[in-house]
């Protein structure tokens, strides 16, 4: 890929790993609607990378070679690539969060990993830079399946875990954007906590796979949903609202639908800013953004999704379809995930 521009297939060397270092045969690589922030919205020089490099930054497949000194997996292991890669030293990479790496001048690529910055999974090889960025996966899970869990299924959850303790029996969460990211948030919600569900979306085919999913109630994204989530909610409001599009309309419709103590938290990107203040929104909401997750969240998600505790909706395209994936991705045209099967 590069700025400002569609992406284009070439051919590129088969990459060896060197020592530490872990190539993959990839099994899997989910198409998320980031890539199509990168290559449309970003503007050149934005983010501290050289293009072009290969798109897909959630991944998953089998080892094909390890280098030198890695013990951890062999050739022929089912393994999820973690995706953020800092540089594994500091006090946040140690603790799994590379999400937040301290030290990104040391990590393979400032802020970023493969397919952000450096070739990603959208091939048939991906190279690794180090082994623990690799979680093996339970024998349930195809590296199809468990590609989008990597990215579409841990930032929801990191920002669903987060919230957890407002996920009460008697609270209302509300998912907006029942897309990649969305169907599975709702799925996690449901599975780990004995909330109510509310789905919003704009697309009649989002807010049916959200009743599919186990939404207990869908919203039109209309200026109308705010009295709808108000009307679902008593006139309370709701508890958590989770943001998978982050435009200014969808800030605002989570922010006017909160409850007083409520969690507002932004995950989309797609660049909406609402102005601030004291008044701004009902008493003590917290209004916070989240990033990706840690490897001890994608542990706890591929052992959640093994037990058949959440599903993977996707449409699969060959490598050759790989552009018209992101082409149907932009007209909201993909079921769940779009995933990239070489
Ligand atoms: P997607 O295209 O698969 O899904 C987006 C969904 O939002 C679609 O169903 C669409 O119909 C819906 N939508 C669009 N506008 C809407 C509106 N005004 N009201 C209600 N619904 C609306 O996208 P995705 O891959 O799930 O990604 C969602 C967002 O999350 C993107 O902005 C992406 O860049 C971002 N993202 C953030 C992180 C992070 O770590 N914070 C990680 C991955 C993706
Ligand atoms: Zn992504
Ligand atoms: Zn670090």
Not at 180 to 188: D, T, V
Request: proline share 6%.
């Amino acid at each position: 890929m590069d700025w400002k521009s569609e992406p284009e297939l070439v051919v590129v060397p088969k990459p060896t790993p060197g020592p530490g270092q872990v190539v993959v045969k990839v099994g899997g690589a989910g198409a998320c609607h980031s890539d199509l922030h990168l290559m449309h919205d970003f503007e050149p020089g934005m983010m501290p990378w050289t293009t072009p490099f290969t798109l897909g930054h959630e991944n998953a497949g089998w080892v094909d070679s390890v280098g030198e000194g890695v013990d951890t997996v062999a050739e022929g292991d089912a393994v999820a690539v973690y995706g953020p890669w800092g540089c594994g030293r500091c006090e946040r990479c140690r603790a799994g969060a590379e999400n937040y790496c301290e030290n990104p001048a040391a990590a393979p690529v400032i802020s970023g990993g493969g397919g952000l910055g450096l070739d990603g999974g959208m091939a048939e090889y991906l190279l690794v830079p180090a082994d623990r960025l690799l979680v093996k996966l339970p024998e349930s899970l195809a590296p199809a399946t468990a590609a989008a869990l990597t990215d579409a299924g841990l930032t929801p959850y990191h920002a669903i875990r987060r919230s957890w303790p407002k996920m009460t029996p008697t609270s209302t969460v509300v998912v907006i954007g029942v897309g990649g990211l969305g169907h599975l948030g709702l799925q996690l919600v449901k599975a780990t906590t004995s909330t109510r569900v509310i789905a919003v979306d704009n697309r009649r085919e989002a807010l049916d796979l959200a009743t599919e999913m186990g939404a207990d109630e869908v919203v039109v994204s209309d200026d109308t949903a705010v009295d709808a989530i108000r009307d679902l909610t008593g006139g309370r409001g709701a508890d958590v609202l989770l943001d998978f599009v982050g435009a200014e309309a969808t800030i605002e419709l989570a922010r006017a639908a909160a409850r007083p103590l409520g969690d507002v938290t932004i995950v989309g990107i797609a660049g909406g800013s609402v102005p601030l203040s004291f008044f701004s929104q009902p008493y003590e909401v917290s209004i916070q953004t989240t990033y990706w997750g840690s490897r001890p969240e994608l542990t706890e998600l591929l052992e959640l999704a093994a037990r058949g505790l959440v599903h993977v909706e996707s449409t699969t395209y060959s490598l050759d379809d790989a552009a018209q994936a992101y082409r149907d991705l932009a007209a909201g045209k993909v079921r769940g995930r779009a995933v990239v099967v070489p």
